[in-house]
C-alpha cells in the first residue's frame, strides 16, 4: 500500500489544477440540473490526464472510474449552486447575477476530481467510481435520479464529504449513525365559507384556525413523539386573503417538516393529517393536507466510519480526526446508503478571518481544505478497497 508520505506527494503535484477548477466553478456557478459548464470543466480535466468520463446522455453530471476489476468502491460529489447573490468581494466571487455557490458543492466536485487525478497514478487493487451528481439542492435531489440509473450496483461502500465551515481546515469530523436529518414538504389546506370580519361568528374563521395548527400542531407533536426521537416542524409559507375585512375562503400553510429518525420518518404523513384535522374540526373548518416525501436521513455505516478513521488518522496524523454533531439540515447521498454502506464526512473549511455558514451570502470556503480533502478521500477510498 502507498504510504501516507507518497500520498501526500502524489496530492501536492495535483492541487494546482484542483484549485484551478474550484475557482472556475465559483466563479461560474450553474443551478441544479443546469450544470452543463460545470460537467464538462470536471469531463475536460480527466479527459486531458488521460481517464474516460462518461458524461450522462442530458449533459449535467458524469461518472468516472479508476483501477481494475475487482471490489468497487465508491464517492460522491455534487455539482450545483445556490440561488443567492454573492457579495462582489468575496474571493473568485460568482459572475454569474444571483447564482452562488454558497455550499462548498465546488470543493466537493474539486476534490472528487483531484481523487480521480491522484488514484489514477496507482496500481489499486479494485476500482474507484467517483459519481459528478446533479442535482442536489433540488427537491426531492438528484441523488435519486442517479441511483435509478445504477450509479451504485456493484458498490461495496461509498462515502462523500461535506464541507463544515465550523470545523478548522485540517480536521475531518465522523459520526457513526445518523448524521443529517431528512426533509419532507407540507402545505396544509384549510377551507370554509368565507365571510364579513364583523361577524365571524356566523362563518368560519379560517386566519384564527390558521393560527391555531401554526401554533397547535408542534406542540401536539411534541407531545405524541418520543423526545429521543428527534422532529421538527416549521411553516415558512402562509397564504390567505385578499381584503381587510374579509374572512377567506382558504388560508395554505406550507413548511418543512424534519426526523433523524429513518422509522419515524414514514409515519409523518399520518401524523400530519390527522393532527391538523383535529386542531380545526371544532372551528368548523376543512383541512388537507399534501405531504411531499423529499430525503431520507443519512445514516452512516459504522464499519465505513471505523475504516474511515483509521485511514484518515494514518495519512494526516490524529489530530485531523474529530467528532460531528448531528444536523438537521438533508443531504439526499442518503439515497445512496439505501444500497450501499457509506458515510458522509464532515470536512473541516472554517475561514481564517471572520464567521461563514452554508446557505449564506457570507458563505467562504477555505482552501486548505481542498489538500486535506484529497488525502483523507483517497486514503479512505484506498483503505476500503482493502478491506473485506
Excluded at 461518472?63 to 460522491?76: A, K, M, N, W
Excluded at 464532515?346 to 486548505?368: K, T, W, Y
Aim: proline share 8%; hydrophobic share 45%.
Amino acid at each position: 500500500m502507498i504510504s501516507p508520505e507518497q500520498l501526500r506527494g502524489l496530492v501536492a503535484e495535483a492541487l494546482p489544477a484542483v484549485t484551478e477548477i474550484r475557482r472556475a466553478i465559483h466563479r461560474h456557478p450553474e443551478l441544479s440540473f443546469h450544470e452543463f459548464t460545470t460537467t464538462q470543466r470536471v469531463a475536460d480535466l480527466l479527459a486531458d490526464r488521460g481517464l474516460k468520463p462518461m458524461v450522462r446522455p442530458e449533459g449535467t453530471g458524469l461518472l468516472v472510474e479508476v483501477g481494475q476489476p475487482g471490489r468497487t468502491v465508491g464517492f460522491r460529489a455534487d455539482l450545483d449552486a445556490l440561488p443567492i447573490q454573492e457579495p462582489a468581494d468575496n474571493p473568485f466571487a460568482s459572475q454569474v447575477p444571483g447564482v452562488m455557490h454558497a455550499c462548498g458543492h465546488d470543493a466537493h466536485t474539486a476534490i472528487a476530481a483531484g481523487i480521480a487525478l491522484v488514484l489514477a497514478r496507482l496500481d489499486l487493487p479494485g476500482r474507484v467510481r467517483i459519481v459528478f451528481q446533479p442535482g442536489e439542492e433540488s427537491f426531492p435531489g438528484g441523488a435519486l435520479t442517479l441511483v435509478r440509473e445504477g450509479v451504485t450496483e456493484g458498490l461495496s461502500a461509498i462515502v462523500a464529504f461535506h464541507v463544515d465551515p465550523t470545523l478548522p481546515a485540517g480536521q475531518v469530523g465522523l459520526r457513526t449513525g445518523t448524521v443529517t436529518g431528512s426533509a419532507d414538504r407540507f402545505l396544509i389546506r384549510l377551507e370554509g365559507p368565507g365571510g364579513h370580519t364583523a361577524r365571524p361568528h356566523r362563518t368560519v374563521d379560517l386566519v384564527y384556525a390558521a393560527g391555531r395548527v401554526i401554533t397547535e400542531l408542534p406542540a401536539l407533536l411534541d407531545r405524541i413523539v418520543d423526545p429521543r426521537r428527534p422532529l421538527t416542524i416549521v411553516f415558512g409559507r402562509v397564504q390567505g386573503g385578499t381584503a381587510f375585512n374579509v374572512i377567506p375562503t382558504v388560508v395554505e400553510l406550507g413548511g418543512t417538516v424534519r426526523t433523524l429518525d429513518p422509522d419515524l420518518w414514514s409515519e409523518i404523513p399520518m401524523l400530519l393529517e390527522s393532527l391538523a384535522s383535529q386542531i380545526v374540526v371544532p372551528i368548523g373548518a376543512k383541512a388537507s393536507v399534501s405531504h411531499q416525501t423529499g430525503i431520507p436521513p443519512v445514516v452512516n455505516d459504522p464499519t465505513v466510519i471505523d475504516v474511515a478513521r483509521v485511514a484518515i488518522a494514518e495519512a494526516l496524523g490524529p489530530g485531523a480526526v474529530t467528532s460531528t454533531d448531528t444536523s438537521m439540515g438533508a443531504e439526499d447521498f442518503s439515497r445512496y446508503l439505501e444500497h450501499v454502506p457509506g458515510a458522509l464526512l464532515r470536512l473541516g473549511s472554517a475561514p481564517n478571518h471572520g464567521m461563514s455558514d452554508l446557505h449564506s451570502a457570507g458563505f467562504v470556503f477555505n482552501e486548505a481544505a481542498l489538500e486535506v480533502g484529497m488525502v483523507a478521500g483517497a486514503a479512505t477510498l484506498l483503505r476500503l478497497l482493502s478491506t473485506s
